[in-house]
C-alpha cells in the first residue's frame, strides 16, 4: 500500500474484539481504537464475522507478497554465494596452471650446473616454490569442500523454505474454511430461531422494543450455550414477574385516594432553606407522599425474589450476581417519586409482616432524631437475613437536592455462611424551583462477600446532556477474590438488569486522561437478571406508588402502637385532608421537642443524648467495625402477646 488516509487501520494486524451485545472494538495495539455500535447483537455479528473474513484474506495477501520477497531475496543469497565459488573454482584452476609452470621453469633451473653464489639462490627460490605449491593445494582442497557443502545446504534449504511456504497456504486455507463455516452454522441458527418465534405466535410478552432482543433468548440457544460453556442454572431465571409467583392470602388494598391539586409557592418556603440540612427544615405535607421514611426502608424488599434465588445458589459468584441485582432493584421505585417521605419521630417503627405470602418479616425502628437513623431488619424462611441502619444526610443547593445515605446494609445468607454488604449512592432531585422535577442517582459502591472475598463493583453513571450512553445506566463486574472478572452485569436503575458471563478479558487502548487502559470483556449473551415491575393502573394520581407501596400505609390490626400506619399527620394526607394534616404535623412536631427537652432536663450531665431504642441495641458491627444498632429481638414475641407496654407515646 503506497499510502494510505488518516486514521486507518490495517485489517491484517487489527484486533477485533466484543465488548458487550452491541458493541465491537478495532484497534491497532493503541495508537488507534475504533468503538463501533451495530443496531442489534446479530448485526454486530455480521460485522465481525465480515470482518474476520477480510482480515483472514489481508493477512494471507501480506504472507504471499512477504514471502515472495523474502524468497527472492535467499535466492539472490544463494546466486551471490555460487557466484563467489565460482570465482575460488576459476582462481584455483590459475593458481594450478601458474604453479606447474613455475615448478617446471624451476625444475629446468635445477638441472642446470651452476656453481657458488648462483646455484644457493635457486635451490632457496625452488624450497619457496615447493611451501608456496603445497600451501596453494590445500586452499584449493578447502574451496572444492566449500563448494560441495554450500551446493548440499542450498538445496536442503529450497526444501524447506518450500514446506514452510505450502504449509501456511494450507493453514490460511483452513482459517478461512472455519470462518465460512461459523457464519453459515450462525445464519441456520437464526432461521431455526425465527421459524420457532413465528410458530410461538404474537402475543407472547408485553409489545415493546425488548421483544426484538428476546427472540435470541430461546430455549435453543439456552441448551446451546449450557453445552459449551456449561452456564450455571440457577442464573436461567422465569421470564415471568416475580411478584406473580406468589398469590397473597389476605387480600390487599389496590387504590388510595386520589393526590389532590393544590397550589403553593414554593419559592416563599425555600428561599430561607438554602444551604441547610434537609431534616431541619419545616415543611408542609404539600412536598411529601402519605408514607414515612421507615416505610420508604421497607420498600427496598419489594424484589426479595432475588434473595430467595440467591439463598439457593450454590456457587458464591453466581449469588453475588443476584445481591448486586437486588442493590440496584432498590432505586427503580425512584423514578418518579419526587415527593419526600414524612420524617419517623424519634421512636417511631414500622413493621412488614409478609411471612405467610412470601416468608419474610421486616422492622424498621427511627432509633435517632439528630442526626436522623432508621434501623431496619427482615429475616426470612428461605434462608437470608437483611439488616441496615441508614442516615440520611441532605442538603438544599438552590437548583437541586443532594441526598446523601449513610450507613452499610448487610446481608447473610444461611446455608452458605456468606456475609454481603453494601453502601448506597447519592440521589439527587433536579429542578427545585423551576422546571419538572426529576429523580437521579449516580455514584459506584461495592458489594463485598466477606466470606469468600469476591466483590462486585457497580457504577451508577450520572445523567449527562451530552453523554450518548443511556438514561440511569449501571454497570458492573463481578470478580473473586484473585480480581478474576467472571460476570459482567448491565442495565438500568429503573428499568432491568441483564449478566454475562465472561470468557475472556483484555486491555483495549487506553481511557480517560490519566492514560488508564479499559479492560474489555468477551462475553456471552446477556440474560435478564431482573426487570421492574409494571406501576398499577393510574399510578400518576396516586403518586406513582407501586403496587407494593400502595399497601404500606393499610391500616392493619395488632401493629405496635408506634407504628407509622398509626401517625396522624400521615392519615390524614392520604386521606386528602392536607390543612388538617399540616396542623397535626406541626402538633406531633413540637411533641417531640418538647420530650426531647425533657430528656435534656433528666440527663443534665451526660455528654450525648441518652435515648434508647425500644427494639435495637447499638453497638459495634463484627464486620465493618461501625457503631450500629442491630436488632436485639423480641418485637413478634410482643405483638403475639399483645403486650405493647414498654412503647412510648408518640402520637
Given at each position: 500500500m503506497g499510502h494510505t488516509c488518516r486514521g486507518t487501520i490495517n485489517l491484517a494486524t487489527a484486533t477485533i474484539t466484543v465488548d458487550?451485545?452491541?458493541?465491537?472494538?478495532?484497534?491497532?495495539?493503541?495508537?488507534?481504537?475504533?468503538?463501533?455500535?451495530?443496531?442489534?447483537?446479530?448485526?454486530?455479528?455480521?460485522w465481525i464475522t465480515a470482518l474476520e473474513l477480510a482480515k483472514a484474506k489481508a493477512v494471507r495477501m501480506q504472507a504471499e507478497s512477504g514471502g515472495g520477497s523474502q524468497n527472492s531475496e535467499v535466492q539472490s543469497a544463494l546466486r551471490t554465494l555460487g557466484n563467489k565459488v565460482e570465482d575460488l573454482s576459476t582462481c584455483n584452476d590459475l593458481i594450478s596452471k601458474h604453479g606447474s609452470a613455475l615448478q617446471r621453469s624451476l625444475a629446468?633451473?635445477?638441472?642446470?650446473?651452476?656453481?657458488?653464489?648462483?646455484?644457493?639462490?635457486?635451490?632457496?627460490?625452488?624450497?619457496?616454490?615447493?611451501?608456496?605449491?603445497?600451501?596453494?593445494?590445500?586452499m584449493i582442497n578447502a574451496c572444492r569442500d566449500f563448494l560441495a557443502l554450500a551446493q548440499a545446504h542450498s538445496k536442503r534449504w529450497n526444501k524447506a523454505l518450500q514446506a514452510e511456504r505450502e504449509q501456511r497456504v494450507r493453514l490460511e486455507e483452513t482459517l478461512e474454511q472455519l470462518a465460512k463455516q461459523h457464519n453459515h452454522l450462525e445464519r441456520a441458527f437464526r432461521g431455526a430461531s425465527q421459524a420457532?418465534?413465528?410458530?410461538?405466535?404474537?402475543?407472547?410478552?408485553?409489545?415493546?422494543?425488548?421483544?426484538?432482543?428476546?427472540?435470541?433468548?430461546?430455549?435453543?440457544?439456552?441448551?446451546?450455550d449450557k453445552d459449551l460453556f456449561s452456564l450455571p442454572e440457577p442464573l436461567v431465571m422465569n421470564q415471568e414477574s416475580p411478584s406473580q409467583e406468589l398469590v397473597p392470602l389476605k387480600k390487599r388494598r389496590t387504590r388510595i385516594p386520589d393526590k389532590p391539586n393544590y397550589s403553593l409557592n414554593l419559592w416563599s418556603i425555600m428561599k430561607n432553606c438554602i444551604g441547610k440540612e434537609l431534616s431541619k427544615i419545616p415543611m408542609p405535607v404539600n412536598f411529601?407522599?402519605?408514607?414515612?421514611?421507615?416505610?420508604?426502608?421497607?420498600?427496598?424488599?419489594?424484589?426479595?425474589?432475588?434473595?430467595?434465588?440467591?439463598?439457593?445458589?450454590?456457587?458464591?459468584?453466581?449469588?453475588?450476581?443476584?445481591?448486586?441485582?437486588?442493590?440496584?432493584s432498590a432505586y427503580s421505585t425512584t423514578v418518579y417519586r419526587t415527593g419526600k417521605p414524612f420524617n419517623p419521630l424519634l421512636g417511631e417503627t414500622y413493621e412488614l409482616d409478609r411471612k405467610k405470602e412470601s416468608g419474610y418479616r421486616s422492622l424498621c425502628e427511627q432509633v435517632s432524631h439528630h442526626p436522623p437513623a432508621a434501623a431496619h431488619h427482615a429475616i426470612s424462611d428461605r434462608g437470608w437475613t437483611l439488616r441496615q441502619e441508614i442516615t440520611v444526610a441532605s442538603k438544599f443547593r438552590g437548583k437541586y437536592l443532594s441526598i446523601m445515605p449513610l450507613g452499610t446494609i448487610h446481608a447473610v445468607f444461611k446455608k452458605s455462611n456468606n456475609?454481603?454488604?453494601?453502601?448506597?449512592?447519592?440521589?439527587?432531585?433536579?429542578?427545585?424551583?423551576?422546571?419538572?422535577?426529576?429523580?437521579?442517582?449516580?455514584?459506584?459502591?461495592?458489594?463485598?462477600?466477606?466470606?469468600?472475598?469476591?466483590?462486585?463493583?457497580?457504577?451508577?453513571?450520572?445523567?449527562?446532556?451530552?453523554?450518548?450512553?443511556?438514561?440511569?445506566?449501571?454497570?458492573?463486574?463481578?470478580?473473586?477474590?484473585?480480581?478474576?472478572?467472571?460476570?459482567?452485569?448491565?442495565?438500568?436503575?429503573?428499568?432491568?438488569?441483564e449478566f454475562s458471563r465472561v470468557m475472556q478479558s483484555s486491555r483495549g487502548g487506553e481511557n480517560g486522561t490519566e492514560g488508564k487502559q479499559k479492560t474489555v470483556y468477551q462475553t456471552l449473551k446477556a440474560r435478564e437478571l431482573w426487570r421492574r415491575n409494571p406501576l398499577p393502573e393510574g399510578a400518576e394520581t396516586m403518586y406513582y406508588f407501586t403496587a407494593l407501596a400502595l399497601t404500606l400505609n393499610e391500616p392493619e390490626e395488632g401493629v405496635a402502637p408506634t407504628d407509622s400506619r398509626r401517625?396522624?399527620?400521615q392519615r390524614l394526607m392520604e386521606d386528602g385532608r392536607w390543612d388538617e394534616a399540616n396542623a397535626e404535623k406541626q402538633r406531633l412536631e413540637e411533641k417531640q421537642r418538647s420530650a426531647r427537652r425533657e430528656r435534656d432536663r433528666e440527663a443534665a450531665s451526660a455528654p450525648h443524648d441518652n435515648y434508647m431504642a425500644l427494639w435495637f441495641e447499638r453497638c459495634e458491627d463484627p464486620v465493618t467495625g461501625e457503631q450500629v444498632h442491630i436488632y436485639k429481638g423480641g418485637y413478634w414475641e410482643a405483638k403475639e402477646r399483645g403486650s405493647w407496654e414498654g412503647c412510648p407515646n408518640i402520637f
Open positions: 458487550d451485545a452491541c458493541n465491537f472494538v478495532i484497534s491497532n495495539g493503541g495508537a488507534q481504537t475504533y468503538h463501533l455500535k451495530a443496531s442489534c447483537e446479530v448485526e454486530r455479528q455480521r629446468e633451473l635445477d638441472g642446470l650446473r651452476l656453481t657458488g653464489e648462483a646455484g644457493d639462490k635457486i635451490r632457496q627460490v625452488t624450497e619457496r616454490a615447493t611451501l608456496f605449491r603445497i600451501t596453494s593445494n590445500a420457532n418465534a413465528s410458530a410461538a405466535g404474537p402475543g407472547k410478552g408485553e409489545a415493546s422494543d425488548e421483544d426484538d432482543d428476546n427472540e435470541f433468548f430461546d430455549a435453543m440457544e439456552e441448551l446451546l411529601n407522599e402519605p408514607i414515612s421514611m421507615l416505610q420508604r426502608l421497607s420498600e427496598d424488599l419489594e424484589y426479595h425474589e432475588l434473595l430467595d434465588k440467591a439463598a439457593k445458589c450454590q456457587n458464591s459468584l453466581e449469588q453475588m450476581c443476584y445481591v448486586a441485582a437486588f442493590a440496584v456475609h454481603y454488604t453494601w453502601k448506597k449512592v447519592t440521589t439527587t432531585v433536579h429542578n427545585i424551583i423551576v422546571g419538572k422535577l426529576w429523580i437521579d442517582q449516580s455514584g459506584e459502591i461495592d458489594v463485598v462477600n466477606h466470606t469468600t472475598g469476591d466483590r462486585c463493583h457497580l457504577k451508577f453513571a450520572p445523567y449527562s446532556y451530552f453523554s450518548r450512553d443511556v438514561a440511569r445506566k449501571v454497570t458492573g463486574v463481578v470478580m473473586d477474590k484473585d480480581g478474576k472478572a467472571h460476570y459482567v452485569l448491565s442495565g438500568t436503575w429503573d428499568e432491568k438488569m401517625r396522624p399527620d
